[in-house]
């Protein structure tokens, strides 16, 4: 929403901040005492940007915020793309421009889990069902894709068949057969080989995990999950042993995605996935850059979702945040991939000079600290509650953003565009209370509660190649230091998230007692937002993200009765409860349910928000002025 604060007397440009680095893959860095003065530098610098973007957000809408033409054209306005469509436009032609400070955690299908890496997935893969090309909350509706139509749901909701849509092909023109689909599914299997990725299906198809999957099925075709048939190659039917009402909104995830047997190369398949959608790889150097170019084989009249307006599409990942955001603002690129929003330093000079350039979405996203109970004292629920309270909630806004860049102070795990949410009115913690400070008084009984009156030392782990991360580790850092807490803060490889914090062991053997991360909805129901962070089953040996290890049995149980729920109201009843009982375990300290400043270029067209990638861009219809 756009301010309505009039502008202070002074409206200078701010000062210039410090110049930040290591967003992306730099080494592994522990914090150690001589390293803290410069910490507290950064951490003052860090304040001085966020005040200065405060300043700047009040001055927007002057003569040098809005109208500044970029390369292509004219900006399209502030929030114009935000759930709705900014610069419409069916024209083909052109390359579409990607900038990027993180490259995906994968881009095979079934291993891939970050939300800007199933947004761009569409663009080489397809599904049974999708979400709509469509922006706001009819993004998030689902629409048949390889699919003639929804599935037609028979058996009190346990079968679920689908006919394929004629002229479906490879990008090498072998057409999508049904058994190119039960495979791609079954991948999800081979844990051992393939992990990362969702496992949604493989819980609810095989929950008592009998398949082992396609790399270890004894079966001539290697297709022996018995609960997908496919008696011909235009129909796949799904057998559930018992009835999940989000099943469809599972298979329209990108890991619901074809792989033909031939083509996959197991670890490697990332490398260059084979394509089922309008554009197949070029060229990927990890790291470094990924091109995409039209699939010659791909034909508009079998696919209804994607209208492939640009020639190529290509992806340019910079070391530097600041360097990236330059880049974006002198019209070298068309937007970030990762859309997490513009750094520091970036969204200041853009809400100044670029403000018809931006979007200021709600995202379905919240950031968080969370604490593993494998890795003591966070065993003792005092103990996490001591953090909770001993935080500063006010200071760890103002680090993520504030409240325009940043978002509204989080007081639950449950984001708004979940059903059952009760936004900031369900605040267990008194988070908000007193301008979100801290409640020392509590903190402190709490510490004496779990045996610690003195407090105790633990390690903050989170993601070198994310500032804004650092920047709120060490915010938590200083507030918890005031009760006695000393947390040293560690910075580790944020393209290994999968393997380091994703491994319970490694977790435990580095003394992660806190860790930084975020969350945002697979689907939008609990039990795609929070079913692999809080059901016990979804506990894994690698690809974690039960960081938390509950293994609550009342929780587990809500979930079972969710999942077989089909009236709306009770699930949402349900959700709300789910809620309820992360938030009285003490597993998480919520930093804010997240907005962010959006870069679009000029040049873009058919731009806007959608609630189905958490109010990202939605990739798939876009296309660019030549």
Not at 23 to 33: D, E, G, L, Q
Not at 103 to 108: I, L, M, V, Y
Request: charged letters at 25%; aromatic letters at 10%; one cysteine or more.
């Amino acid at each position: 929403m756009r301010s309505t604060r009039r502008a202070p007397a002074d409206c200078r440009t701010p000062a210039k901040p410090v110049h930040r680095t290591g967003r992306f893959y730099t080494r592994r860095t522990r914090i150690v005492t001589t390293r803290r003065n410069a910490r507290r530098k950064q951490a003052v610098a860090a304040a001085a940007v966020v005040a200065a973007l405060l300043s700047t957000a009040a001055c927007g809408g002057g003569e040098d915020s809005g109208g500044k033409k970029g390369k292509g054209g004219a900006a399209a306005g502030f929030d114009a793309a935000n759930n709705k469509v900014a610069n419409p436009s069916a024209k083909k032609g052109g390359t579409l421009k990607f900038a990027g400070a993180q490259d995906a955690d994968s881009w095979d299908t079934t291993r891939g889990y970050y939300g800007f890496v199933w947004n761009f997935m569409r663009y080489y893969s397809r599904q049974l069902v999708t979400g709509k090309t469509e922006p706001g909350k009819t993004g998030a509706e689902l629409t048949p894709d390889l699919a003639t139509e929804r599935a037609k749901i028979t058996d009190d909701g346990r079968t679920y068949t689908y006919t394929l849509r004629d002229g479906i092909t490879w990008e090498d023109g072998k057409p999508i057969t049904s058994q190119d689909i039960k495979y791609g599914i079954e991948r999800q299997w081979a844990q051992d080989v393939l992990s990362g990725g969702p496992v949604y299906l493989r819980d609810i198809l095989d929950p008592k995990g009998e398949y082992k999957g396609p790399y270890k099925d004894t079966s001539k075709d290697k297709l022996g999950l018995k609960a997908i048939e496919t008696p011909d190659e235009k129909t796949i039917i799904f057998k559930l042993p018992k009835a999940n009402s989000d099943f469809e909104e599972i298979l329209a995830l990108t890991s619901s995605s074809p792989v033909r047997q031939d083509k996959d190369t197991k670890s490697k398949y990332g490398l260059k996935p084979f394509s089922s959608g309008p554009y197949k790889f070029q060229s990927y150097s990890p790291n470094k850059s990924l091109v995409l170019v039209r699939n010659e084989n791909w034909k508009q009249s079998s696919d209804p979702v994607r209208k492939a307006l640009p020639d190529k599409i290509t992806v340019n990942l910079f070391s530097n945040a600041d360097d990236m955001d330059n880049k974006l603002l002198a019209g070298d690129y068309d937007l970030d991939i990762n859309q997490t929003g513009l750094s520091p330093q970036g969204r200041t000079k853009a809400l100044k000079e670029h403000k018809d350039n931006l979007d200021n979405p709600v995202s379905g996203y919240i950031r968080y600290a969370v604490f593993p109970q494998n890795v003591a004292p966070f065993d003792n629920i005092d103990c996490r509650k001591a953090v909770i309270y001993g935080a500063d909630h006010k200071s760890l806004q103002t680090a993520r953003g504030g409240p325009i860049a940043g978002g509204d102070i989080g007081t639950n795990m449950l984001p708004p565009s979940v059903p059952g949410s009760e936004g900031q009115k369900y605040d267990p913690y008194g988070t908000t209370a007193n301008d979100g400070a801290p409640d020392t008084a509590k903190a402190k009984a709490a510490l004496k509660a779990c045996g610690k009156p003195n407090g105790f030392t633990t390690t903050i782990a989170v993601r070198n190649n994310k500032p804004v991360e650092v920047a709120t580790a060490e915010s938590l850092q200083a507030s918890l230091g005031k009760i006695g807490i000393k947390a040293e803060i560690d910075q580790y490889d944020g393209s290994q998230t999968t393997g380091i914090i994703g491994n319970p062991s490694v977790v435990k053997k580095k003394n992660y007692g806190i860790i930084i991360m975020g969350w945002g909805p697979d689907f939008p129901s609990v039990q795609g937002y929070g079913a692999p962070l809080w059901d016990s089953s979804y506990i894994l040996e690698s690809g974690n993200n039960n960081f938390a290890m509950i293994k609550d049995k009342a929780i587990d149980a809500n979930f079972d009765k969710f999942s077989v729920e089909l009236d709306r109201e009770k699930k949402k009843a349900i959700a709300t409860e789910i809620n309820h009982q992360v938030m009285e375990g003490a597993y998480y300290l919520p930093f804010v349910f997240e907005k962010f400043i959006n870069w679009r270029s000029a040049r873009l067209t058919n731009v806007y928000s959608t609630d189905a990638y958490s109010g990202m861009y939605d990739f798939a219809s876009l296309g660019v002025v030549k």
